[in-house]
Every structure is written in structure tokens, then in C-alpha cells.
């Protein structure tokens, strides 16, 4: 099975800054990583596929990168509304979700 | 427009088979897969298992021997069932659709409490 490792578990941002969450995969995983939001009691929101595709809807401050092993996925200029949880999925070979990033505002 | 809706029992005796339903619309079973992700209160999202457009199935290998998931096309349903509960099994278990291998619409999950 892939294992996904995704830092930090938390992350306190003030509004307008920039963040960055990474996800290591345990191979490689052809770029097949997509990010997910979650907020409280609500299913999960796709925003990127493919390491750096957004889907239709998704604010043009998020965005994705990486190849391999490696990925990352960035907000720049952070909003009120982006406070969530975000997840990379991996969809190379079955599915795996990384642990999971709470985003908090300081 | 595309729904899925999860049922079943909301609280499952430790060491009992856990039955779920996913009941989707707008799409065909026979074009998309469905797959069912959980997640323990307060925690990560996991992915349970998947049936395929074809009807075959993956499963988490963590869970595979307890694990079973099939589909009623007919009835557009999709069914989870898992044997020997635990109260580690205590999770909102969602099922999502699958297109273009990625999960674009989700239930709105189902609590399912695993006690005595």
C-alpha cells in the first residue's frame, strides 16, 4: 500500500499570508495527488487534481506542485474563508489520504 | 443532478456486522465508481474500499478480511458490510463518487457509533 505523509498536522496563519502543506508519498506516485478542504460537518471539496489542475470554482490562490514523491499545495494570501482542513489524496494506485492539515488563523 | 445518500443504523454493537447503504442519483453505477471513506471523530479521512464501474471491488488492505462491498444497479444502491466491529470502527462513513479517478460528490455521511 502507498503511505502518504502530510506536514504539518496544524498550521496557524495570519489573514494575507502565505502557506504551504506538503505531502510525501512512500513511492512514486506520477502525479496523481489531489487536495481536498473540509470544513466542520461538512464533506470534503475538491480543489486540485493532478498535482496542480483546479477545479472549476477554486480560487486562483490555491495552487499545487510537485512530481515523484514530493508534492505541495499553497495558499497565498490567506482568507477567513479558508480556514479548514486540508487533505492530499493519492490516486495513482488505489487511494490514500494524507493525515491531514487543520489550518488556524493566529 | 448528482446525489449520494448514505443510511443505516446509527449505533452497532462491539463485535456486530455493520450494514450501510449508498443511494446515488444522476449517474449510472455502470459509469462511475463509488468508493466509501470514513473518519473517526476529530480525525483523518480513510479510505474503506471501492466498487468499480465494471462491478469489482478494492478494498483497504487494513480492513479487506472484514470488508465487503457491492451494488444493486437496479436500485442504484451500493452496499457496505463489515463483520467484527470495533470501537475503533466509530466514524462518519461517507461514500463518494469517483470520476475521472477523483472524488467529486460526496454524501453527506452517516455516523455510526460502535458501543454497548
Known amino acids: 500500500d502507498i503511505q502518504m505523509t502530510q506536514s504539518p498536522p496544524s498550521l496557524s496563519a495570519s489573514l494575507g499570508d502565505k502557506v504551504t502543506i506538503t505531502c510525501q508519498a512512500s513511492?512514486?506516485?506520477?502525479?496523481?495527488i489531489a487536495w481536498y478542504q473540509q470544513k466542520p460537518g461538512k464533506a470534503p471539496r475538491l480543489l486540485i487534481r493532478?498535482?496542480?489542475t483546479l477545479e472549476s470554482g477554486t480560487p486562483s490562490r490555491f495552487s499545487g506542485s510537485g512530481s515523484g514523491r514530493d508534492y505541495s499545495f499553497s495558499i497565498s494570501n490567506v482568507e477567513s474563508e479558508d480556514i479548514a482542513s486540508y487533505y492530499c489524496?493519492?490516486?495513482?494506485?488505489?487511494?490514500?489520504f494524507g493525515g491531514g492539515t487543520k489550518l488556524e488563523l493566529k | 443532478q448528482v446525489q449520494l445518500k448514505e443510511s443505516g443504523p446509527g449505533l452497532v454493537q462491539p463485535s456486530q456486522t455493520l450494514s450501510l447503504t449508498c443511494t446515488v442519483s444522476g449517474f449510472s453505477l455502470t459509469s462511475n465508481s463509488v468508493h466509501w471513506v470514513r473518519q473517526p471523530p476529530g480525525k483523518g479521512l480513510e479510505w474503506v474500499g471501492a466498487i468499480w464501474s465494471g462491478g469489482s471491488t478494492d478494498y483497504n488492505s487494513a480492513l479487506k478480511s472484514r470488508l465487503s462491498i457491492s451494488r444493486d444497479t437496479s436500485k442504484s444502491q451500493v452496499f457496505l458490510k463489515m463483520n467484527s466491529l470495533q470501537t475503533e470502527d466509530t466514524a462518519i462513513y461517507f461514500c463518494t463518487r469517483s470520476l475521472r479517478r477523483v472524488y467529486d460528490y460526496w454524501g453527506q455521511g452517516v455516523m455510526v457509533t460502535v458501543s454497548s
Open positions: 493532478y498535482t496542480s
Open positions: 513511492q512514486n506516485i506520477n502525479k496523481y
Open positions: 489524496l493519492q490516486y495513482d494506485n488505489l487511494r490514500t
